[in-house]
Every structure is written in structure tokens, then in C-alpha cells.
């Protein structure tokens, strides 16, 4: 059986590779022509490893892996380069996708794993997004044509010579549909229209076919967990007489309590734009349900004209051309019973959206979605999931089941966080961060993952897990970008991410746009804590640094607007901008433009293995990506001191550099946010 062909075909009963057979319950070596072998099951291998993360899962009973891969639990054998086969009672203990593997095997079947590869896997038309890069563009901020201070579709249209200089496959359009704009268009009021803001259908058809051009694919954001408390929906469904009644979460007051009341809402859950998230409506008489903003009620997905709904519109999309969708909170489209929960001490409701999320549906509906909208059409379906689990993450993007392409999830941008809470953050915790990095490479199995470190509701990476002084900001902004983009999973890159762009020197009040920074400081200033108190960790952590907009030169409004935006330029603008990092080799840019095409060039990097090396360095980051005997290694100094690298490490003086921050001086030695991965085989 040459490479790359398929390797098994597991009947009731039997097990056959190539040309031979064995019986289940028969035990007997046996070999193959292309060097696979078969074991005796429950033979033990002493300390063998987890189950690879290049692993497939064939059904029924057979696993895929790339070559060299490392395998499987202790009482697993690994043959080379061929096959390993295990008694179910082995599985068990398999530490990674427990579930998916348990399940395939209760039938007792034998299970095979064998070595061949990915490169089969990575040709799959339908899986391109997994040697993708999506640059996300959050289009208020971008670039504004028009000149009123707000980015619009005309002026990214502007700028797509410099997206296809980056290199990158994907644009992800952060919303630009008919909304009120309370929550930057997070709150749609027509789905299938575009907001005059940003300008119309025939400018939206123009971007896709302009980007179609440039070989660039449009993913749309989704935003249908909630509405517009202007979407005429949810006006409709005001009226309790209206066929639409259902469509949204409607609940009467607590009982004993006088509706409208402070106390009386239904349940104690707490919203994310804090406050609860009931809001009572008069002409109702009744409670409607917004885990986000009052003006961003939730739709009920349990009724199905609901879901029918919200199909069409993804169709209609998909025929305008678009190449997929990035669902906005999608895990929390199935909600748990309606009951109070534990109280976050001192605030009287309950705020854990994590409690709310994945709900006991979501498989019904993501299938009901894949089967209506998504099937066949090779798209990319990324799943935003906060509060999601590495488990839930894993089975939403099963290759076998293929309800999403990937998730996006959030595990990694709340470990600064202290109790949960954006705006009280501790220094960047490295150790944590690679451990977590570690947990999701292995545990995600055969799912995927997309890889990020900013987004329109993160601060700016530098100023956070790296060093945004003038001395450090730039090497900084390089060796995030190599630690990041040497993992396994899609990577993203968020505007002005690929420039170093910094956070802002917010100080007051009137500094502020975004609704969940000033719904926070209104609330805890009604809490009694004066202003002085707050801003600075509102500084820290608002979503506004993200948003400031985006710095093409270094003259006028950063080349983004002819008039005063609608959130500030950040004063550095004429040091960090597009124009100079062009024409300087050396620049942040050209370093991510690097990373893109490493990428694309290697299937090590797309596909390898993940080894995380010294994991409790504080100042290193190291790991080595492995497929079959290929092998590069990354390098990185996360820290703004020398850092000298320790014996035990692969050799690796002598290998090719394919990618470098700094001159390199002494191989045994990294500069302050020096970053390198060499070629190791
Ligand atoms: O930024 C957050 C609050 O600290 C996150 O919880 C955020 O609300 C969450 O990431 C979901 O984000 C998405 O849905 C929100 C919208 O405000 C965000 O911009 C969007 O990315 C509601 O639609
Ligand atoms: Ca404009």
C-alpha cells in the first residue's frame, strides 16, 4: 500500500490492511509490504506517550496518524512506521479525546493507529482552513473613505493590495449590518442589509469579488445568539398575541414580586455589560433575556421557526458569495433551565457566563446548522465559545461529526484575569500561559483550534504579554507573533496586530467608547467607588484599545480619516504605521508577512506535533513541532532580560534558521524578545 492511500477497512469482525486480514479476537504479528506491521493486542510498551494530536479518527475503530508521531498510553505498543494496535481496555487510558475513543471502541473492536499521513489529509479541499491565516478586520476602525470618522467597506476596499502583501487567506469581517450600533453592530437590527455607516450590498458584493481576486476569502461575523431590540423581530414579538411571541426569552417576574421592580427579575442571572440580565418591558408585562446589553435581547433557539429563520439568512449569504461565517457567542445559543445561581459574592446576581454557555442542545442545533447551511460547501465555520471547555471544544470540531471547522475559545485571555474580571489583570503569567498552550495542542485531538492573542474585545498584545517601550516594543511585538504562529491551529492576526500596534493612554471618562467599559465604571461608581479608583483598570483592560484606529502613516489621523475619528489615534502613530513598516525589512510587518509564509510553506509547521520543552521557564518558550522526520524547533525569549538557553536542549547550532528577530551571536544565548526557529531535521 503506497502513502497516502487509505490504510484500513475494519469490518464487524476483521481487521484488514492492504491485502491481509486478521480476525478480531486472532492474535498474530504480521507484515506488510509497505513496512506496517500489526501487534499482538494488549502487548504493553513501557512508557509511551499520549495519543498524537496529528491523529485522525477513521471510523470505525481506526486512527490516523502523521508520521513519527509519538503514541499513545502506557499498554499501547507502537510499531514503526506502521501500525499499533490496542486492547479497548488500553483506550481508557488514553489521556487525549477519552470520549470519542471510548465510544468507538465499546464494541470491543481492536483499534488501529498506523502512520500514515497527513499530507492525504492536508490536499482535503474541504479542511483548506487548516493551513489557513485570517487576518480579522473590525471594519469601524480600519479605514474610513468616506470621511466622517468611521471606517466603512469603501475604504477596506482601499486597502486590499496591502492584505494580499501580508499574505493572508482570510478576512473575517467583524459586523457590518443595520444595527443602532450599541455594541458596534454586535447588535443587528436587519441581517440581511448593510448599515449605512459602513455602506451598502453593492459595496459588500464588490469586497468579495475583490478579494475572490486576490485568492482572499470573506467570512462574515454571525451574530444570532441575540438581536437588536430594533430588529423587527423582536419587536413583533413584544406583543404576546404575535405569531412571534416565542422568539425571544420571555419570563414573567419573580413571583411575589411587582414586575419592574428592583428584584423582580425572573432569575438572578447577571449580564455580561454587568447589571442583570433581565430587562423588563412594559408593553409586554414581561422579562426578556440579554446576556449582553439590554438592547441586545437573546433569541430563543428552541423554537424552531426561529432556527428556519436563521438558516435562510445563512443561505442567502453563502449564495452572495461569502466563503463562511465566524458565529459570535455561538455556545450560548442553547441555554441551561431557567433557575437562579450562586451568587458572585457582593453583587447579589450571578455572573458566570460559563454556567450559561453549552447548553444541552448545542448539538442538536449546530447539526441542524450543519445539515441546513454548511454541509458540502467547503466553508469555514468558526465557533466564538467564551466559558467552553477543551472537552466541549474537542467535540464541536470532531472531523467525524464536522459540526464546526474550528473554535475559538478563551481559556488563554482569561488567565490575567483576577476573579474573572478584565479590568483587574496581574502581569502576563508565561508559565501558565505555555501550560495552558500545552493542555489545548495535545487535548484538542483531532478538533482544531484557531490561535490568538488579540481581537476587537482584547487589549493590544504588546502592551500586555510583551514590553511596549520604545527599547523592547518592537522585538516584543515580533517574538509574540512567532510563539503564536509556529503552534498547531489557524492563526489569527487582528488589524494592527502585524504593525506592534499598542494600547492607549486612556485616563478619563470621556476617553471611552465602548459600552462594556462605561457600563462597568457607571455601575461601580453607582456601587460607590469613585472613578479615580476604576479608570486606570479600565485603561488596562478595555476593549477600546483594540479599537483605536488603525495607523497606515504617520501624518493626519494615522492615515485613517480625513477628520477626527470617532475613537482617538494613538499618539505613537508616527512611529508604528503601516507605510514605514513597508519599507523597512526589519519591521514587525515583514516579520509577520515571515510568519504567514512559513506557514504555507510547511506542513511541519500546519501539521506538526507540538513538545513543549522547559515548561516552567519563565523566560523561555520553547517547544518543537515534529511530522514524520521532519522537525523544526522555536526559540523565544518572552522576557525583557538576556536569557542564556540550558543544557538538554536538541542541538541546534548548526541548523538552518528559517526565521530570526535578531543577528545571531551566540547560539547558546537569546537577546531580550529574541525569537528563532531553526530547522532541526
Ligand atoms: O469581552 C468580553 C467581555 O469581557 C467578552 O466576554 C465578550 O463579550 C465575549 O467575548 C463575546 O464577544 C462577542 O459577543 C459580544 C460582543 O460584544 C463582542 O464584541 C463579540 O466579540 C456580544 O455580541
Ligand atoms: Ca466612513
Same mark, same amino acid.
Given at each position: 500500500? /503506497?502513502?497516502?492511500?487509505?490504510?484500513?477497512?475494519?469490518?464487524?469482525?476483521?481487521?484488514a490492511?492492504?491485502?491481509?486480514?486478521?480476525a478480531?479476537?486472532?492474535?498474530?504479528?504480521?507484515?506488510f509490504?509497505?513496512?506496517?506491521?500489526?501487534l499482538r493486542?494488549?502487548?504493553?510498551?513501557?512508557?509511551?506517550q499520549v495519543?498524537?494530536?496529528a491523529?485522525e479518527? %477513521?471510523?470505525?475503530?481506526a486512527?490516523?496518524?502523521?508520521?513519527?508521531?509519538v503514541?499513545?498510553?502506557p499498554g499501547a505498543q507502537?510499531?514503526?512506521?506502521?501500525?499499533?494496535?490496542?486492547?479497548? #481496555?488500553?483506550v481508557?487510558?488514553?489521556?487525549?479525546r477519552?470520549?470519542?475513543?471510548?465510544?468507538?471502541c465499546?464494541?470491543?473492536r481492536? %483499534?488501529?493507529?498506523?502512520?500514515?499521513?497527513q499530507?492525504?489529509r492536508?490536499a *482535503?479541499?474541504d479542511?483548506?482552513? *487548516?493551513?489557513?491565516?485570517?487576518y480579522?478586520v473590525?471594519?469601524r476602525?480600519?479605514?474610513? !473613505?468616506?470621511?466622517?470618522?468611521?471606517?466603512?467597506i469603501k475604504?477596506i476596499?482601499?486597502?486590499l493590495? @496591502?492584505?494580499?502583501?501580508? $499574505?493572508?487567506d482570510?478576512?473575517?469581517?467583524?459586523?457590518? @449590518?443595520?444595527?443602532?450600533?450599541?455594541d458596534?453592530?454586535?447588535?443587528i437590527?436587519d441581517?440581511?442589509?448593510?448599515?449605512?455607516?459602513f455602506?451598502?450590498?453593492?459595496d459588500?458584493?464588490?469586497?468579495?469579488?475583490?478579494?475572490?481576486?486576490?485568492?482572499i =476569502?470573506l467570512?462574515?461575523?454571525?451574530v444570532?445568539?441575540?438581536t437588536?431590540?430594533? &430588529?423587527?423581530?423582536?419587536?413583533?414579538s413584544?406583543?404576546?398575541?404575535s405569531?412571534?411571541?416565542?422568539w @425571544?426569552?420571555?419570563?414573567? /417576574?419573580r413571583?411575589?414580586?411587582?414586575?419592574?421592580t428592583?428584584?423582580?427579575?425572573?432569575?438572578?442571572?447577571?449580564?455580561?455589560f454587568?447589571?442583570?440580565?433581565?430587562?423588563?418591558?412594559?408593553?409586554?408585562?414581561?422579562?426578556f433575556? &440579554?446576556?449582553?446589553?439590554?438592547?441586545?435581547?437573546?433569541?430563543?433557539?428552541?423554537?424552531?421557526?426561529? *432556527?428556519?429563520?436563521i438558516f435562510?439568512?445563512?443561505?442567502?449569504?453563502?449564495?452572495? #458569495?461569502v466563503?463562511?461565517?465566524?458565529m459570535?457567542?455561538?455556545?450560548?445559543?442553547s441555554?441551561?433551565e431557567? +433557575?437562579?445561581?450562586?451568587e458572585?459574592?457582593?453583587?447579589?446576581?450571578?455572573y458566570?457566563?460559563?454556567?450559561?454557555?453549552?447548553?444541552? *442542545?448545542m448539538h442538536?442545533?449546530?447539526?441542524e446548522m450543519?445539515?441546513?447551511v454548511l454541509?458540502? =460547501?467547503? %466553508?469555514?465555520?468558526?465557533?466564538?465559545?467564551?466559558g467552553?471547555?477543551?472537552e466541549?471544544a474537542?467535540?464541536y470540531?470532531?472531523?467525524?461529526?464536522g459540526?464546526?471547522?474550528m473554535?475559538?475559545?478563551?481559556?488563554?485571555?482569561d488567565?490575567? &484575569?483576577?476573579a474573572g474580571?478584565?479590568?483587574?489583570?496581574?502581569?502576563?503569567p508565561w508559565?501558565?500561559?505555555?501550560?495552558?498552550v500545552l493542555r489545548?495542542?495535545?487535548?484538542?485531538?483531532?478538533?482544531?483550534?484557531?490561535?490568538?492573542?488579540e481581537n476587537?474585545d482584547q487589549?493590544?498584545s504588546?502592551?500586555r504579554m510583551?514590553?511596549?517601550?520604545?527599547?523592547?516594543?518592537?522585538a516584543s511585538?515580533?517574538?509574540?507573533g512567532?510563539?503564536? &504562529?509556529?503552534?498547531?491551529?489557524?492563526?489569527?492576526? @487582528?488589524?494592527?496586530? +502585524?504593525?506592534?500596534?499598542?494600547?492607549?493612554?486612556?485616563?478619563?471618562?470621556g476617553?471611552?467608547?465602548?459600552?462594556?467599559?462605561?457600563?462597568?465604571?457607571?455601575h461601580?461608581?453607582?456601587?460607590?467607588?469613585?472613578?479615580? !479608583?476604576?479608570?486606570?483598570?479600565?485603561?488596562?483592560?478595555?476593549r477600546?484599545?483594540?479599537?483605536?484606529?488603525m495607523q497606515?502613516? $504617520?501624518?493626519?489621523?494615522?492615515?485613517f480619516s +480625513?477628520?477626527?475619528p470617532?475613537?482617538?489615534?494613538n499618539?505613537?502613530?508616527?512611529?508604528?504605521?503601516?507605510?514605514?513598516q513597508?519599507k523597512d525589512? +526589519?519591521?514587525?510587518?515583514h516579520?509577520?508577512r515571515? %510568519?504567514?509564509?512559513l506557514?504555507?510553506?510547511e506542513?511541519v509547521?500546519?501539521?506538526?506535533?507540538?513538545?513543549?520543552?522547559?515548561?516552567?521557564?519563565?523566560?523561555?518558550?520553547?517547544?518543537?513541532?515534529?511530522?514524520?522526520?521532519e522537525?523544526?524547533?522555536?526559540?523565544?525569549?518572552?522576557?525583557?532580560?538576556p536569557a542564556?538557553?540550558?543544557?538538554?536542549l536538541p542541538?541546534?547550532?548548526a541548523?538552518?534558521?528559517?526565521? !530570526?528577530?535578531?543577528?545571531?551571536d551566540?547560539?547558546?544565548?537569546?537577546?531580550p524578545?529574541?525569537?528563532?526557529v531553526?530547522?532541526?531535521?
Amino acid at each position: 500500500m /503506497a502513502p497516502g492511500e487509505s490504510t484500513s477497512a475494519l469490518e464487524e469482525s476483521t481487521l484488514a490492511v492492504g491485502e491481509s486480514t486478521l480476525a478480531l479476537g486472532e492474535s498474530r504479528d504480521a507484515e506488510f509490504d509497505d513496512g506496517t506491521a500489526l501487534l499482538r493486542r494488549g502487548t504493553a510498551l513501557p512508557g509511551a506517550q499520549v495519543l498524537s494530536s496529528a491523529a485522525e479518527l %477513521l471510523s470505525p475503530g481506526a486512527v490516523l496518524l502523521s508520521p513519527g508521531a509519538v503514541l499513545l498510553s502506557p499498554g499501547a505498543q507502537v510499531l514503526s512506521p506502521g501500525v499499533v494496535l490496542l486492547s479497548p #481496555g488500553v483506550v481508557e487510558t488514553c489521556t487525549k479525546r477519552p470520549e470519542t475513543l471510548r465510544a468507538r471502541c465499546r464494541d470491543e473492536r481492536i %483499534l488501529l493507529v498506523t502512520s500514515i499521513v497527513q499530507s492525504a489529509r492536508d490536499a *482535503r479541499p474541504d479542511e483548506w482552513w *487548516r493551513s489557513a491565516v485570517v487576518y480579522q478586520v473590525y471594519p469601524r476602525s480600519f479605514a474610513d !473613505a468616506n470621511g466622517d470618522g468611521i471606517g466603512d467597506i469603501k475604504g477596506i476596499l482601499g486597502h486590499l493590495d @496591502y492584505l494580499s502583501m501580508l $499574505g493572508v487567506d482570510v478576512v473575517w469581517l467583524s459586523p457590518v @449590518y443595520t444595527s443602532p450600533q450599541d455594541d458596534n453592530g454586535y447588535d443587528i437590527s436587519d441581517y440581511q442589509d448593510i448599515d449605512p455607516l459602513f455602506g451598502t450590498l453593492d459595496d459588500i458584493d464588490k469586497l468579495i469579488e475583490e478579494l475572490h481576486d486576490r485568492g482572499i =476569502k470573506l467570512v462574515m461575523d454571525l451574530v444570532v445568539n441575540h438581536t437588536s431590540d430594533e &430588529h423587527a423581530w423582536f419587536e413583533e414579538s413584544r406583543d404576546p398575541e404575535s405569531p412571534k411571541s416565542d422568539w @425571544y426569552w420571555w419570563r414573567p /417576574a419573580r413571583e411575589g414580586h411587582e414586575p419592574g421592580t428592583p428584584g423582580a427579575e425572573p432569575v438572578n442571572w447577571g449580564s455580561a455589560f454587568p447589571g442583570p440580565a433581565w430587562q423588563y418591558d412594559a408593553a409586554r408585562g414581561e422579562y426578556f433575556l &440579554h446576556i449582553f446589553s439590554r438592547k441586545q435581547p437573546d433569541l430563543n433557539w428552541e423554537n424552531p421557526e426561529v *432556527r428556519t429563520a436563521i438558516f435562510d439568512m445563512m443561505n442567502w449569504w453563502l449564495e452572495r #458569495g461569502v466563503d463562511g461565517f465566524r458565529m459570535d457567542v455561538i455556545n450560548l445559543i442553547s441555554k441551561p433551565e431557567v +433557575e437562579d445561581g450562586p451568587e458572585t459574592p457582593g453583587t447579589g446576581l450571578c455572573y458566570d457566563l460559563s454556567r450559561l454557555a453549552d447548553g444541552p *442542545r448545542m448539538h442538536d442545533f449546530l447539526g441542524e446548522m450543519y445539515e441546513s447551511v454548511l454541509k458540502g =460547501k467547503n %466553508l469555514i465555520a468558526v465557533g466564538e465559545m467564551p466559558g467552553t471547555t477543551l472537552e466541549k471544544a474537542a467535540s464541536y470540531t470532531d472531523p467525524t461529526t464536522g459540526e464546526l471547522s474550528m473554535v475559538f475559545q478563551f481559556e488563554h485571555v482569561d488567565l490575567d &484575569h483576577r476573579a474573572g474580571n478584565r479590568f483587574d489583570v496581574t502581569d502576563w503569567p508565561w508559565v501558565e500561559y505555555k501550560k495552558n498552550v500545552l493542555r489545548w495542542q495535545d487535548g484538542i485531538g483531532m478538533g482544531w483550534n484557531s490561535l490568538y492573542l488579540e481581537n476587537h474585545d482584547q487589549p493590544r498584545s504588546v502592551s500586555r504579554m510583551g514590553d511596549d517601550s520604545p527599547q523592547f516594543r518592537q522585538a516584543s511585538a515580533k517574538t509574540l507573533g512567532t510563539v503564536l &504562529h509556529m503552534l498547531r491551529g489557524t492563526p489569527y492576526i @487582528y488589524q494592527g496586530e +502585524e504593525l506592534g500596534m499598542t494600547n492607549y493612554p486612556f485616563e478619563a471618562e470621556g476617553d471611552f467608547r465602548d459600552i462594556e467599559t462605561l457600563n462597568y465604571l457607571h455601575h461601580a461608581m453607582q456601587l460607590g467607588a469613585p472613578a479615580e !479608583a476604576v479608570l486606570p483598570g479600565l485603561a488596562k483592560g478595555t476593549r477600546d484599545n483594540a479599537r483605536t484606529p488603525m495607523q497606515w502613516d $504617520g501624518g493626519v489621523n494615522a492615515g485613517f480619516s +480625513e477628520t477626527g475619528p470617532w475613537l482617538a489615534v494613538n499618539p505613537n502613530a508616527s512611529e508604528i504605521n503601516a507605510v514605514d513598516q513597508i519599507k523597512d525589512p +526589519e519591521s514587525v510587518f515583514h516579520h509577520y508577512r515571515r %510568519l504567514v509564509q512559513l506557514r504555507h510553506d510547511e506542513e511541519v509547521v500546519r501539521l506538526g506535533e507540538f513538545a513543549l520543552l522547559l515548561p516552567d521557564d519563565e523566560q523561555l518558550f520553547v517547544y518543537t513541532r515534529t511530522l514524520g522526520d521532519e522537525q523544526i524547533l522555536v526559540l523565544a525569549n518572552v522576557s525583557s532580560r538576556p536569557a542564556r538557553l540550558p543544557l538538554g536542549l536538541p542541538d541546534h547550532g548548526a541548523c538552518e534558521v528559517l526565521l !530570526a528577530t535578531h543577528e545571531i551571536d551566540d547560539v547558546d544565548v537569546l537577546a531580550p524578545w529574541e525569537s528563532r526557529v531553526v530547522r532541526l531535521s
